[in-house]
T-cell receptor
């Protein structure tokens, strides 16, 4: 069975600090998909990025960057120069390409950015 | 808007009452998921539809929970004889049906059972 571990329950930073959210996954499948979602206090889960297991290219989008490493089964998310609006709970669900295709969520990491 | 719409946004029920939660997915999305999210936890899978077929209901916690999607569009999650432990946010998500497609979530329904 697949599993996602977000060991950081809560991270607190001051605005403009850089912060990295860790995500470690477990699966025996060779083809799978990883996602990052943001859940602000309003409650809606907002899709941020998708990564396929066969594509280890890292990605940068503005202040956001993602580092996918199959060797360590990790898909970490870095926010550069954090802002108060980044305060939210972040999730990195895993979805397989077959069998149990239901996206599996971890407990999430709560990021608090103080002004 | 064109996103996933859930109603009601908030629901308070007395223990023992039946409730019905509605989800209106993005038009054209064949896949529809229901998740339950307790306070401070990640979403937990309840059930999954592809069009009108309920392909997986392994996450439904008891036979008091029932979901349907009769015409392959709007879905309803029904909870009979609500219990206090049913208090949670119920999230609905839809996707285009491909495994690499992201799920698009609604705002959720916060159910409080008193």
């Amino acid at each position: 069975a697949q599993k996602v571990t977000q060991a950081q329950t809560e991270i607190s930073v001051v605005e403009k600090e850089d912060v990295t959210l860790d995500c470690v996954y477990e699966t025996r499948d060779t083809t799978y998909y990883l996602f990052w979602y943001k859940q602000p206090p309003s409650g809606e889960l907002v899709f941020l990025i998708r990564r396929n297991s066969f594509d280890e290219q890292n990605e940068i989008s503005g202040r956001y960057s993602w580092n996918f490493q199959k060797s360590t089964s990790s898909f970490n998310f870095t926010i550069t120069a954090s802002q108060v609006v980044d305060s939210a709970v972040y999730f990195c669900p895993l979805r397989l390409s077959g069998g149990s295709y239901i996206p599996t969520f971890g407990r999430g990491t709560s990021l608090i950015v103080h002004p | 808007g064109a996103g996933v719409s859930q109603s009601p946004r908030y629901k308070v029920a007395k223990r023992g009452q039946d409730v019905a939660l509605r989800c209106d997915p993005i038009s054209g999305h064949v896949s529809l998921f229901w998740y339950q999210q307790a306070l401070g936890q990640g979403p937990e899978f309840l059930t999954y539809f592809q069009n009108e077929a309920q392909l997986d209901k392994s996450g439904l916690p008891s036979d008091r929970f029932f979901a349907e999607r009769p015409e392959g569009s709007v879905s309803t999650l029904k909870i009979q004889r609500t219990q206090q432990e049913d208090s949670a946010v119920y999230l609905c998500a839809s996707s285009s049906g491909q495994y690499n497609s992201p799920l698009h979530f609604g705002n959720g329904t916060r159910l409080t059972v008193t």
